[in-house]
């Protein structure tokens, strides 16, 4: 019988941690027949393995108690950004065979119904636990209705899903409306009463990162009559979606635009070779801000060259966590419904802010991701 402990959980220590024993090595197990492929993404150059990452944060997850090979089913979203490459990566690093577990990662392509069916397999292997980073927050409820009556535990990570809490049993992830907010303060402590008119470049049409990302900053637009967004495309999270809204908002508003605000870094690499052949200025010394999510390595690296002005983080490092969470539902233990991983927010050297920190080489030296 699985105990549920309904506080919420604030991960910041313990997100980078993993069991010592794995590291880099493809745990990826093999789809069934008619599954979806299986993740193919090599990990990004810069990806070290998470104990790295783990450095200075603490604890690592308990490796599988019995002995037995603990199976866990990961239904990824797909290997659209850096930031599900290092997500993948550290599911791997984590859910390794010398921490006790046997990992299923589909990658799902951006496909709900190439998820659904992932999921749906997992069930017929009966696996132990199922995982699931939604791609959209709609449509979950017959196939968490048909792991409920199988008996599967289900834990949601990264991003949420438009169902009763009941239907899953516990959620990992990050709060991408907060994100969204500090962009948002940001931008108005930047900018200091002057004029915005604002492009964004949203993430995929339908994932709650993106909901929550426009959200946030909308409430603090709202607030701002000096502001105007003039337009917001989805760039579907990748950096030719990036590349081609920015083509098209440049051929729209040439001329009438100060900030560009992408839902993540890879959007921002596209946006930022859209604007560079266009002959526009970009960054700290430039005519247009840049606001960016993710604060990867290279986004970061982006940020610390000043042409990213602005990086509000979103951890993708979150296995350990999700670890946590199954080694005390193995145990029989409470283990916590919602745990929340803490993000952070950087801008380029010569910005100071109270919402975020100012780049430096250090910061940008330990971001193994
Ligand atoms: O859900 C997290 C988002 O998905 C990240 O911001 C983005 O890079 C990824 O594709």
Same mark, same amino acid.
């Given at each position: 019988m699985l105990r549920k402990k309904l506080a919420v959980l604030l991960a910041?220590?313990?997100?980078a941690a993993v069991a010592a024993?794995?590291?880099?090595? !493809?745990n990826t197990s093999a789809p069934a027949? !008619?599954?979806?492929?299986t993740e193919d993404a090599a990990p990004?150059?810069?990806?070290?393995?998470a104990e790295d990452a783990a450095a200075d944060d603490g604890e690592a997850a308990a490796p599988a108690a019995s002995g037995d090979v603990i199976t866990v089913g990961y239904a990824q979203v797909g290997h659209e950004s850096d930031w599900r490459t290092a997500n993948t990566q550290n599911y791997q690093d984590v859910f390794c065979e010398a921490n006790g577990y046997e990992l299923s990662l589909?990658?799902? !392509?951006?496909d709900n119904a190439a998820q659904l069916e992932a999921v749906r397999n997992f069930i017929t292997q009966q696996l132990d636990y199922i995982v699931i980073a939604p791609i959209?927050?709609?449509?979950?409820d017959t196939v968490l209705q048909e792991a409920q009556d199988a008996g599967i535990p289900v834990i949601i990570a990264d991003r949420e899903i438009?169902? !009763?809490?009941?239907?899953?049993d516990a959620w990992v992830g990050t709060n991408t409306k907060n994100e969204g907010i500090t962009a948002g303060n940001w931008l108005a402590e930047y900018l200091d009463g002057k004029e915005a008119k604002i492009l964004v470049i949203e993430?995929?049409?339908?994932a709650s990162a993106t909901l929550g990302r426009s959200e946030g900053f909308n409430e603090v637009a709202k607030?701002?009559?000096?502001?105007?967004?003039?337009d917001s495309q989805s760039g579907d999270f990748t950096q030719d979606g990036g590349q081609e809204v920015m083509e098209s908002f440049i051929k729209s508003y040439e001329g009438q635009f100060n900030v560009v605000v992408c839902h993540n870094d890879n959007e921002a690499y596209g946006a930022m070779d859209a604007m560079d052949a266009a002959g526009i200025k970009y960054g700290v010394d430039g005519d247009v801000i840049i606001i960016s999510f993710d604060a990867t390595h290279d986004g970061l690296q982006y940020t610390l060259d000043g042409k990213i002005n602005c990086n509000v983080e979103c951890n993708p490092i979150q296995a350990a966590v999700v670890a946590e969470v199954i080694q005390k539902m193995q145990n029989g233990e409470d283990y916590e419904a919602t745990t929340l991983v803490n993000d952070e927010a950087f801008v380029a050297p010569g910005i100071e802010s109270q919402h975020a920190t100012t780049m430096t080489e250090e910061i940008l030296a330990g971001r193994a991701y």
């Open positions: 910041t220590a313990m997100v024993g794995c590291g880099g090595a !493809d027949a !008619d599954a979806p492929a990004a150059e810069d990806a070290a393995p589909i990658d799902c !392509d951006n959209e927050t709609a449509g979950w438009a169902a !009763d809490a009941s239907m899953y993430g995929s049409v339908g607030e701002h009559s000096e502001w105007e967004i003039l």
